[in-house]
C-alpha cells in the first residue's frame, strides 16, 4: 500500500504569503509526503510585493502545481484522495467561497471537494480587524468541518526573529495533520521554560525582535 501523503496547499492573494511559502519549504524537507501547489494570481501579486521569492521559486517547491482555473484536475473530485487542504494565507475571498461552497476555481473546489470527504482543511485567514461578516463566515466555514487558524503569534517561546514567528504559525498548521515539524518549543510548564529561555524581545530586555531592516 502506498504510504504516500498527499496534501493540498493553496496561496492566495491575502498578505501572508510566506505562510505559504514556508508550509511548502517544510512539507518538501519531510519523507513521505507529497504536495500539490495552487498558486492564484492574487496569490502571485502579493508574493511579489512581499518576498523576494519568485513564482517559479515557489512552484519548485511542489511536487505538483495545477492552474488556478482547471476545475477538471484531479483535485476537483473527491475520488483522489489526499489528506487535505492547507490555505496559507487565506484571503476573505476565498473563506467567503469555501463557507459558501462557491466553487468557482479550484482552490474552493479542491476545500469543498475535502470537506465534502471529511478531510481536514485548514484555513489561515489572514484579516484584521474583523467585522460581523468576516465572523459569520469563520462560523459558517467551521460548521463545514474547517478549521480557522489565523496566524496569531505565541510569544512564551521568546521569538527573536519574524521567522520565529512564521514557523510557529506553520508548525501549527502541520500539527493539525498530525506532523510534528519540530518548529517551535512546545508549552512544558512555566518554570520549565522560564529556566531555558533567555530574554526575549521586549520592553526593558535589551532585545528587539529582529524585522530583517539592519541594512535598510
Sequence with gaps: MDATREL???IT???GVVYGVRTLEV???IPGVRTHLILTAAGRETLAHELSTTADEVRALADVVYR???TAARLASGSFRTDGMIVAPCSI???SAVA???DDNLVSRAADVCLKERRRVVLVVRETPLHLGHLKLMTAATEAGAVIL????AFYHRPLTIDDLVDHTVGKVLDQFGIDADLYRRWDGAARVAAESGPGPGVGT???LDLGLADQ
Excluded at 150 to 153: C, E, K, L, S
Design 8 to 10: 493540498i496547499v493553496a
Design 13 to 15: 492573494g491575502a498578505s
Design 27 to 29: 512539507l518538501r524537507a
Design 68 to 70: 488556478e482555473h482547471d
Design 93 to 95: 475571498k476565498t473563506l
Design 100 to 102: 459558501n461552497c462557491y
Design 150 to 153: 489565523p496566524p496569531v503569534p
Design 206 to 208: 535589551g532585545r528587539a
